[in-house]
């Protein structure tokens, strides 16, 4: 079952890459989001709607990425028990969700939504090559939705268009629950201080 | 308590509390904190994440650490990371640098003060301020 589950997030993951085009590759980031020259254009451009947001969009995109690499490559590394396991492959299909909805809006608004980096590339930056037990695995985990939930909430006043924002919310609000799930199963008490997140 | 006073008296405590803020130096420790929850999810000290590693930033020149793929809008800031300019940036990327690829404002002067000290903290001694 949880295998069938794999080969479901990588045959998703094969239809993202030809749904974006990997000819354009690499190209994508720097294009949609201009050189300071186009500063004044972005500006107008921002004022638009979500053409605008593209680039805030760009980097959302490859943090999750970024995090869908990390559950794939931990999930298959037979650290995690079952139960842990089946938590991890939920949060791997929001996160793949996310994915779909940011690049979809990327296209619709011009862009060539970035691709992800290698799962080589992944494990270095990442050190998941460190990880030795679940709880490893957990602690990173909880590490990772925490700062993508505060990324998420930090951005939106960079944000234009209001649909983008709701989506940014959206986002922010799905990653929250991650750590807190994670962050209860390590055994850590919720902050006291209000405002958990931002 | 504002209420009772005259609007100059409470504007004069204002400004003196704002500037006792930017003189208190920041905590690293409570910035190490803060730039796990708020940077961790783009940057590390030691890799190239969505964003650039970190270690030695402050002292360093903008958009200079290689394999980094920055936006033009970064590697034409010239100068180096100061701590004021890296405040400039954490409270609007998109204002020191228009068309960089961040995004995120850091609202609490505290919060930027501590991570900034943090950051100090992990750049080489000859940046760090004199104690």
Not at chain 1, 143 to 157: D, F, H, K, P, S
Not at chain 1, 158 to 163: G, K, R, Y
Not at chain 2, 63 to 88: C, E, F, H, I
Request: glycine letters at 12%; a positive charge.
């Amino acid at each position: 079952m949880t295998k069938s589950k794999n080969i479901e997030s990588d045959n998703s993951r094969r239809g993202f890459l030809r749904q974006s085009g990997l000819a354009v590759a690499g190209v994508g980031l720097v294009a949609a989001v201009g050189a300071p020259a186009d500063a004044a254009k972005r500006r107008r451009v921002a004022r638009g709607g979500a053409q605008g947001d593209v680039g805030v969009m760009q980097g959302a995109l490859a943090l999750e990425h970024e995090g869908i690499a990390a559950y794939k490559i931990a999930g298959a590394s037979g650290l995690l028990t079952p139960d842990v396991l089946k938590v991890a492959l939920v949060f791997l299909g929001h996160h793949e969700g996310h994915r779909e909805a940011l690049a979809s809006l990327i296209m619709k608004a011009g862009g060539n939504p970035v691709e992800p980096k290698t799962d080589a590339e992944y494990i270095k930056e990442l050190d998941l090559g460190a990880l030795k037990t679940q709880g490893d695995v957990v602690t990173l985990a909880t590490r990772l939705e925490q700062g993508a939930a505060n990324a998420y909430v930090g951005q939106i006043a960079a944000i234009s268009d209001n649909s983008t924002a709701k989506l940014f919310a959206q986002l922010a609000t799905d990653e929250a629950v991650h750590w807190a799930v994670l962050n209860g199963a390590l055994g850590n008490a919720v902050p006291t201080p209000t405002f958990l997140f931002g | 308590m504002i209420r009772g006073m005259t609007l100059p008296v409470a504007a004069t405590l204002l400004a003196i509390s704002a500037a006792a803020l930017a003189a208190t130096p920041g905590n690293p420790e409570t910035g190490r904190q803060q730039y796990e929850a708020k940077c961790g999810g783009c940057h590390s000290l030691d890799s190239n994440r969505v964003g650039p590693r970190h270690r030695g930033v402050i002292g360093r020149r903008p958009g200079s650490v290689p394999g980094y793929a920055y936006s033009p809008a970064v590697k034409a800031l010239g100068g180096v990371w100061t701590p004021n300019r890296m405040d400039q940036w954490l409270q609007d990327p998109q204002k020191l640098a228009p068309g960089s690829k961040m995004y995120l404002t850091v609202s609490s002067a505290t919060t930027r003060r501590d991570i900034i000290a943090y950051l100090q903290s992990v750049s080489p001694p000859a940046t760090k301020k004199p104690r």
